[in-house]
């Protein structure tokens, strides 16, 4: 049973900085391209970044280029998601996700149950 658990969303204030962990298990960590997605309140939940199964590359959606990273250990089957510059418009819920291959042209087929993110201004 794959299970994907997110922590270190929080309160933070417009400027500042978070990172996000999502831990997997259930399955070959290593074998899969991972990525986190967001949903701010009335609207659909949207791509923010993902990388491919060994860390090779990387994809950003344009709103977070150059303000997040993301990263993966697959010795500890974790993938972070690095916040730097947060903006009020970066508050949501957001998911981590394992994509159903090992890079991310393929879709995510599993999820994890959310972390709150809110930016003050």
């Known amino acids: 049973q794959v299970q994907l658990v997110e922590s270190g969303g929080g309160l933070v204030q417009a400027g500042g900085s978070l990172r996000l962990s999502c831990v997997a298990s259930?399955?070959?960590?290593?074998?899969?391209?991972m990525g986190w997605f967001r949903q701010a309140p009335g609207k659909e939940r949207e791509f923010v970044t993902a990388i491919s199964w060994n860390g090779g590359s990387t994809d950003y959606a344009d709103s977070v280029k150059g303000r997040f990273a993301i990263s993966r250990d697959n010795a500890k089957n974790t993938v972070y998601l690095q916040m730097n510059s947060l903006k009020p418009e970066d508050t949501a819920v957001y998911y981590c996700?394992?994509?159903?291959?090992?890079?991310?042209?393929?879709?995510?087929?599993?999820w994890g149950q959310g972390t709150q993110v809110t930016v003050s201004s």
């Open positions: 996700a394992r994509y159903h291959l090992y890079n991310y042209d393929s879709t995510p087929n599993y």
């Open positions: 259930g399955l070959t960590f290593s074998y899969y391209a």
